[in-house]
């Protein structure tokens, strides 16, 4: 994961509230999830740079939301979609119990399932974005999805696959499927976004 450049977050206000949300990959067992905690005024466009450092991607491709009946995305001449910069969790009004879609890599096919889990007053002890949990790491960036993942975890299993060698060359040493640092994620949140836990 790498980090963002830093920006200024503003500091929490008695009032405002701040969204539970678990993120979790469809099409694999066992999951690859994470929970993130973020503010209310967190715009789409900000929330999808904060969920490419808590999962782990490197934002290289095409991204979207689908909320209810819109997509949104990231403001172009050519996007179908709704612009997800002039939109906030809060304006959604996206309420604890309600899910929606994030998706990344149309070719891959990277569909994240965002459930929103709790909306509660901020706790001014901390400062947001954070990650509170999560479980196994981020596929590789071009694998080629779900199912392919699903199959390169099998060889890398097996040494005497006939692809084992060039797969494992290709993956590297320091790629662990059941990986996950919470600490890690909170620095590159702290960097990226002055978040990552307490003030």
């Given at each position: 994961m790498k980090p963002r450049q830093t920006r200024k977050v503003p500091r929490?206000?008695?009032?405002d509230h701040v969204y539970t949300l678990r993120i979790t990959l469809r099409d694999i067992q066992p999951p690859i999830w994470r929970r993130l905690v973020v503010r209310a005024h967190t715009s789409l466009a900000e929330l999808h740079e904060i969920l490419q450092?808590?999962?782990?991607?490197?934002?290289?491709?095409?991204?979207g939301f689908t909320i209810g009946p819109s997509l949104y995305e990231a403001p172009?001449?050519?996007a179908s979609g709704l612009d997800a910069t002039k939109v906030t969790l809060k304006t959604l009004g996206v309420a604890a119990g309600s899910t929606f879609e994030y998706l990344y890599d149309a070719g891959d096919d990277w569909v994240?399932?965002?459930?929103v889990e709790d909306v509660h007053p901020a706790d001014p002890e901390l400062a947001y974005p954070v990650c509170v949990g999560g479980a196994r790491a981020c596929p590789p960036e071009d694998c080629g999805g779900p199912h392919r993942y699903g199959e390169i975890l099998e060889m890398l299993q097996d040494p005497k696959h006939a692809g084992f060698s060039e797969?494992?060359?290709?993956?590297?040493?320091s790629f662990h499927p059941e990986a996950f640092d919470l600490r890690a994620t909170n620095r590159i949140l702290m960097l990226?976004?002055?978040?990552?836990?307490?003030?």
């Amino acid at each position: 994961m790498k980090p963002r450049q830093t920006r200024k977050v503003p500091r929490i206000r008695g009032r405002d509230h701040v969204y539970t949300l678990r993120i979790t990959l469809r099409d694999i067992q066992p999951p690859i999830w994470r929970r993130l905690v973020v503010r209310a005024h967190t715009s789409l466009a900000e929330l999808h740079e904060i969920l490419q450092d808590v999962v782990g991607w490197q934002n290289y491709h095409l991204w979207g939301f689908t909320i209810g009946p819109s997509l949104y995305e990231a403001p172009d001449p050519e996007a179908s979609g709704l612009d997800a910069t002039k939109v906030t969790l809060k304006t959604l009004g996206v309420a604890a119990g309600s899910t929606f879609e994030y998706l990344y890599d149309a070719g891959d096919d990277w569909v994240h399932e965002v459930a929103v889990e709790d909306v509660h007053p901020a706790d001014p002890e901390l400062a947001y974005p954070v990650c509170v949990g999560g479980a196994r790491a981020c596929p590789p960036e071009d694998c080629g999805g779900p199912h392919r993942y699903g199959e390169i975890l099998e060889m890398l299993q097996d040494p005497k696959h006939a692809g084992f060698s060039e797969l494992a060359d290709w993956i590297g040493d320091s790629f662990h499927p059941e990986a996950f640092d919470l600490r890690a994620t909170n620095r590159i949140l702290m960097l990226a976004y002055g978040g990552g836990g307490a003030v």
